[in-house]
């Protein structure tokens, strides 16, 4: 199938319908991670079809649990830009900035910002347990996002803090999101967040199954988390 036809076709079935604009960016996006992934290990997916699939329209999931379509999000973990890359171009009204901490890969993240000429998004490379304790970052954001970074008692840690009060974190997640759910109670409960509902969806053309575990924070976290750069991976809440 088409790449432009398997973008499009696959949104509207996300429930995201995709004007030419933004799946002719998105293709120029794919175009410059392919290329990119002949350096540097960014996806191990072996087709671009595969990551039109796995990658673009998973990223695509959380988008409707968007309800303000403006503000600011913080992308945690962004690697080769999912979901936060996707979700600035897709909603061009939203402040996006994507934390990673991997200087290649946020060398990767600014090329596609600035092929794309995007005026919407930014790139931080810093640990997000570092820029969660900075005055600048923390409880600055309406949205964070992160995806395929670790398990939820561990990420509630690094995401809460970046958070306004009232504000939402999306967790894409795999079918094992409930369990997740049930460990990550204690962390939940430390960072003053609350799971909302869990959105649970098929990848289209595969129906593989994905989850997102939408978390409100209903209270600020304590000052003292986030806790030193690698110690929320060691010592779980």
């Avoid at 087709?47 to 329209?57: D, G, Q």
Wanted: charge should be neutral.
């Amino acid at each position: 199938m088409n790449e432009e036809i398997l973008l499009k076709e696959g949104s509207l079935l996300m429930g995201f319908e995709m004007d030419e604009k933004t799946a002719q960016r998105l293709l120029k996006y794919l175009h410059i991670l392919w290329e990119w992934n002949k350096r540097i290990n960014l996806t191990a997916e072996a087709s671009r079809e595969t990551i039109i699939i796995k990658h673009f329209l998973d990223s695509l999931g959380g988008i409707n649990l968007i309800k303000e379509k403006e503000g600011k999000l913080a992308d945690v973990g962004s690697g080769a830009g999912f979901p936060g890359m996707v979700m600035a171009l897709c909603i061009p009204r939203m402040d996006t900035v994507l934390i990673e901490s991997i200087g290649k890969k946020g060398e990767f993240l600014r090329s596609i910002i600035r092929e794309l000429g995007m005026e919407n998004a930014s790139v931080e490379v810093a640990r997000a347990e570092d820029l969660g304790r900075n005055p600048d970052f923390r409880e600055c954001f309406d949205y964070t996002t992160i995806r395929a970074v670790s398990s939820l008692r561990v990420i509630v840690e690094y995401c809460l803090p970046l958070l306004k009060k009232g504000g939402f974190m999306l967790a894409y997640k795999g079918p094992g999101v409930y369990e997740e759910i049930k460990e990550a109670g204690n962390a939940l409960e430390v960072m003053g967040g609350s799971v909302v509902e869990v959105y649970e969806y098929e990848l289209p053309y595969t129906g593989e199954r994905r989850s997102i575990a939408l978390i409100e924070k209903i209270r600020e976290s304590p000052r003292k988390y986030p806790r030193r750069a690698g110690i929320p991976q060691k010592r779980p809440l």
